[in-house]
C-alpha cells in the first residue's frame, strides 16, 4: 500500500458525513504536506470506554473534532469527553463549529492548519511519515525502545517479535514464547475480544488485562498453572491483534504487563496490571552475540521444558517423552548410566506429573 491508496482511504471514511467530509479533505489540503501522517476516526481510552475523534495527527499528537448542530446539546457531555481524551493521551483538540457562517468556519479551518504547519516547524527532530518505516522493526530497533504513545503496530507476530534480538522473519505462528534477550520475560501477541476459546479484555484505560478461557475443562488449570509458572514469568511484553486504519489485521504494542496475583481468581480469570508503556528493544543477536539461551545456560531441564514443549499438546508431550525413552535405551552412543538414567527419567516423570 502506498500513501496515495492509504490518505484517499482515509478520505473516504468521512465521505457520508457531509461537513466532517468538507472539514478534513480542506484541512488535508491546505496542509499539502505529504510528510504528516493523518488518521480519521481515531480511537481514544476513555476511563469509561472509547471515543473517536473525526481527525488525528499522531506525529503532532493533534486531533481536529468537527462540532455539528447536534453537539450543542450536549455539551457539558463533550467537554467531559475532551478532558478524558487530553487526561488520557496529552494530545491537544482542536475544534471546528461547522454551524458558524461558512466564512467564518473556513477562518477557523485556517487557523487549524497553521497551528499544525507551527507544531511541525517546532518539533525538535520531526520524523516524517514513512509508511514503510513505522511497520518496520528495524525502525524501533535502531530507537532503541517502543513506547504505547508512538501507537506502534506491525503487520506480523514475526514483525512485532523481531525487535527483541532474534530474527524471527522466516516467519512465527506461536503468540507466546520467551523474550530472546532478558531472562524472566515473555512475548504474548493476543487477541483482546471474545473468541471461540477465550474472552479476553483490555480496560478502558488500558491498564489491565483479564485473561478468560470459555473452557471449563482447562480453565482452573490455566490458572492454576499462570499463578504456579509467576517464579519463572515475571512480566509479559504485550501485542493486541487488532484492527487497523484501514481495516486490516495488525498487532499493536500496549505495554509491558505483570499478573496480579492478588485479583486473579476462578471467577474473573487471570488479571495482568501494565508495568510499563515502553520497553527495550534489541538488534538480532544482540550485535553478534548469541542471545538466545544454550544448552549450557538453561539452568535445568525443566527450564528447557517449559520453555520450548510445555506449548505441545498433552498427547504430543507423552509421545516425545516415550521417543526420549526409547532412544536412550536403544542408542548404544545415547544410553547413560544407570544411576544417570534413573536421575533423568525421575525428573522427566517429576516433569510431566506437574504439568500433565
Not at 468537527?66 to 491537544?92: C, M, P, S, W
Not at 512480566?235 to 496480579?260: H, N, Q, T
Not at 528493544?281 to 535445568?300: F, H, L, Q
Request: glycine share 4%; aromatic share 10%.
Amino acid at each position: 500500500m502506498n500513501k496515495l491508496e492509504f490518505i484517499t482511504r482515509q478520505l473516504a471514511k468521512a465521505q457520508t458525513k457531509r461537513y466532517e467530509h468538507y472539514v478534513v479533505h480542506r484541512i488535508h489540503t491546505l496542509i499539502n504536506d505529504l510528510r504528516i501522517k493523518f488518521v480519521t476516526q481515531q480511537f481514544v481510552s476513555r476511563p469509561e470506554g472509547r471515543a473517536v475523534t473525526d481527525m488525528f495527527f499522531p506525529q503532532l499528537g493533534i486531533h481536529v473534532e468537527v462540532d455539528e448542530g447536534f453537539h450543542k446539546k450536549h455539551i457539558d457531555a463533550d467537554k467531559l469527553r475532551e478532558a478524558d481524551i487530553i487526561n488520557a493521551t496529552g494530545h491537544q483538540i482542536l475544534r471546528v463549529d461547522v454551524t458558524k457562517d461558512f466564512e467564518d468556519m473556513n477562518t477557523d479551518i485556517d487557523g487549524i492548519v497553521s497551528k499544525i504547519r507551527y507544531k511541525v516547524d517546532l518539533t525538535a527532530n520531526f520524523e516524517p511519515w514513512e509508511m514503510e518505516a513505522e511497520m518496520n522493526p528495524q525502525t524501533y530497533i535502531d530507537k532503541g525502545y517502543i513506547d504505547v504513545i508512538e501507537n506502534v503496530a506491525f503487520r506480523t507476530i514475526a514483525d512485532g517479535a523481531s525487535c527483541f534480538g532474534k530474527d524471527y522473519s522466516a516467519g512465527m505462528q506461536k503468540a507466546w514464547f520467551p523474550h530472546p534477550v532478558e531472562p524472566y520475560k515473555f512475548l504474548w501477541f493476543l487477541k483482546l475480544y471474545e473468541n471461540e476459546k477465550w474472552d479476553n479484555q483490555l480496560s478502558a484505560d488500558e491498564e489491565t488485562i483479564t485473561e478468560l478461557s470459555k473452557d471449563p475443562n482447562t480453565f482452573r488449570e490455566h490458572i492454576d498453572r499462570n499463578v504456579r509458572e509467576t517464579e519463572r514469568i515475571h512480566s509479559r511484553i504485550v501485542f493486541a491483534r487488532v484492527k487497523g486504519p484501514l481495516g486490516d489485521l495488525m498487532y499493536r504494542f500496549r505495554g509491558e504487563y505483570k499478573m496480579d496475583l492478588e485479583a486473579t481468581n476462578y471467577e474473573v480469570g487471570c488479571i495482568y496490571r501494565r508495568i510499563a508503556t515502553r520497553v527495550k528493544t534489541y538488534p538480532p543477536n544482540d550485535g553478534g552475540r548469541p542471545v538466545e539461551k544454550t544448552r549450557a545456560s538453561m539452568g535445568s531441564i525443566e527450564e528447557f521444558y517449559h520453555e520450548n514443549i510445555r506449548s505441545l499438546s498433552v498427547a504430543n508431550r507423552l509421545k516425545l517423552s516415550s521417543l526420549i525413552l526409547l532412544d536412550l535405551t536403544q542408542n548404544g552412543n545415547a544410553v547413560v548410566e544407570s544411576t544417570k538414567e534413573d536421575q533423568v527419567t525421575a525428573e522427566s516423570k517429576n516433569i510431566f506429573n506437574k504439568e500433565s
